[in-house]
């Protein structure tokens, strides 16, 4: 079913609704396959390349290092690294919206498919 969708695009709107979840199982399980691969690949790139940049078939592949401090906020106040910062309170926000109070927002609808639980009934 996915490679007639890859074949002719168009087709989707003619899948009924358990087709459509069916051809997302099957889609997702290859993506997450794919990604398994690809980091395997880069992996085995980072562990090959011998500089931080070259050009290979008309690429340029970079091997970048990029550090994230492990600091809790105890260490970070002895250091004198911590700031105090404003921000906006989405829980109070959301009180607001259901209480009646008009506030921007904006609305965005997705799709979630997840497998039921042995305990869940279709």
Do not use: C, W
Not at 4 to 26: F, K, Y
Not at 38 to 66: P, T, Y
């Amino acid at each position: 079913m996915l490679d007639a969708l890859r074949n002719d695009p168009a087709s989707i709107g003619n899948l009924t609704l358990e087709e459509l979840v069916q051809s997302r199982i099957i889609a997702t399980s290859e993506i997450d396959e794919l990604d398994a691969t690809k980091k395997a690949i880069d992996q085995e790139l980072i562990a090959k390349m011998d500089e931080d940049s070259k050009i290979i078939l008309g690429h340029k592949v970079l091997r970048i290092n990029r550090t994230t401090l492990k600091v809790d906020l105890t260490l970070a106040k002895e250091l004198g690294a911590t700031k105090m910062e404003e921000k906006v309170d989405s829980i109070a926000l959301n009180k607001l919206k259901k209480s009646g109070v008009e506030l921007p927002s904006e609305t965005y609808t997705f799709i979630q498919v997840k497998a039921l639980e042995s305990n869940e009934e279709e």
